[in-house]
Every structure is written in C-alpha cells, then in structure tokens.
C-alpha cells in the first residue's frame, strides 16, 4: 500500500487554530486478501503499488490551544471512502463518515519533548456495494443505522529528542517515538476487533532551518482479523517505511521570496 496525508493548519487567532486533513491511498493487490486467508489460499496477487484506489479522506478540524501544554480539537464530520477488490477482480466501494474528538497534552523534560493524543471516533458507515451497479448505488441510505455504527478509542503517546542540540532548533538532529493503540467500542464491533491495532514508530528528524524539518523512520503495525474457518486466530503485521516533510511556517517562507 502507499499511504498519503496532506496537513493544512493555521491560526484564527492566538487560541484558535484550523486545520484540514487530505489522505489518498492506493493499493497493488489484485485479489481480496481476506477471502484467500480464510480458503487458506497461498498466491501472490500483488501488482504495482499504485494500481488500485483504496481509501480518500477529507477531515476539517478546529481547535483551541488553552495553553503551551493543553489543547482540545473537534472534527465535526470527516469524510472516508474506500474501494475493495474482490476475488473476482470486481470493487466495492463504501462510504464512512466520521466524528472526532481529541485532547492533546505536551510537555518538556529537559531537553526530551512527550506528548499525549486521546482521540475517540464517532463512526458511521454506509453500504458496501460493487462499484459496477450491479447492487444499486444507494451507498448512503443506512448511514445512521444503528446496526453500522463503531466507536473508537485512540490512545497515542510520542515523544522527540534532540540529538545535537539541547533544544528543537535549526541545524538539530532528533530521535523521535511513538505508540498508538486502537480500541473498538459498541455493540456493533466484533470480539476479534476490540482490540483494533497497535501502530508502533521509531524515526530520526532533520531540523534544516527554522521552518522545514524532514523526518523519516520505521512502523510496525500489528491487526487482528477475523478467526479463519479452522477457527485459529489471523492477524496482519505490516512493516512500514513513513517519511514526513514538515513546513512550519509558510508564510515566512513566502515572504522571504
């Protein structure tokens, strides 16, 4: 798979921020995994990496900053939609749409940098249907079903530090960390998925100038899956290479040009 986020964030004022979040995902399999796992089929159906649409995301936030430690965000209605294969090299598509809440807490150690994320998910799904119309293209009418609806409770912890420097500054080499566990909630989750995943990340950073740092390092990304039809348990651990190309501050770069 080849996963990608665009971030735009910027300031109301000194306590208000807004942001918007753009993913596109892709994915070079050709088959539906899931089916061979559970048939216990052994094929490689891999193709190119961006051969097919997997997953498009558009998530606005606001948020308010109560301090340097302290800030509280909404997302009031994000939209998810993702594309399946199927086993007989047909798509499914189907639509989410996603409420979230977070708090995020940052402090100081020394020259260490921790930061906490809670973050819980409102999740509302639509129909799965073949892109095709051979099942209709009504995607939408059992959204607030309440058969479809999740919950999720996100918990991350991350934390940076300075490797050349004392501080975060220009010219500073940096270690960074973090781990995210995913819990499921609500009638609707199924046992093998309460626990959803855990997302775990070790990477260095590159602080060039003031206002662009680049980093890049490794996750490992553990899931479990539904039991396969001997009734042993199935999980996906996913080794990921994620490289993140942080702007800071646009405008100071555009007023320099």
Do not use: C
Not at 184 to 194: A, L, P, T, Y
Not at 228 to 241: A, F
Not at 246 to 254: E, T, Y
């Amino acid at each position: 798979m080849f996963w990608s986020e665009t971030t735009i964030s910027g300031s109301i004022n000194s306590k208000v921020r807004l942001q918007l979040d753009y993913q596109y995902r892709t994915q070079g399999i050709s088959d539906d995994l899931e089916s061979q796992r559970v048939n216990n089929q052994v094929s490689d159906t891999r193709t190119g990496l961006f051969t097919h649409a997997y997953q498009q995301v558009f998530r606005p936030w606001i948020a308010y900053q109560a301090n340097k430690y302290f800030r509280v965000s909404l997302s009031p209605i994000g939209w998810w939609g993702t594309w399946r294969p199927t086993a007989d090299n047909k798509t499914t598509f189907e639509p989410e749409l996603r409420t979230t809440t977070q708090v995020l807490f940052s402090y100081p150690l020394g020259r260490v940098i921790f930061e906490q994320r809670f973050r819980y998910e409102f999740r509302f799904f639509g129909n799965r249907l073949l892109t095709d119309g051979s099942q209709g293209k009504d995607y939408y009418s059992n959204l607030w079903d309440n058969t479809t609806r999740k919950g999720r409770l996100r918990y991350m912890t991350r934390v940076f530090i300075p490797l050349t420097q004392r501080q975060m500054k220009e010219k500073t080499l940096y270690l960074a960390a973090s781990d995210e566990i995913m819990i499921g909630i609500g009638s609707n989750v199924i046992h093998e998925k309460i626990f959803d995943q855990n997302r775990l990340y070790v990477g260095l950073g590159y602080k060039f100038t003031p206002q662009f740092r680049l980093e890049a390092g490794y996750v490992n990304q553990f899931q479990p899956q539904k039991r396969l039809t001997d009734g042993s348990k199935n999980s996906d651990m996913n080794n990921i290479l994620q490289i993140f190309i942080v702007i800071d501050d646009v405008n100071k770069i555009l007023k320099k040009l």
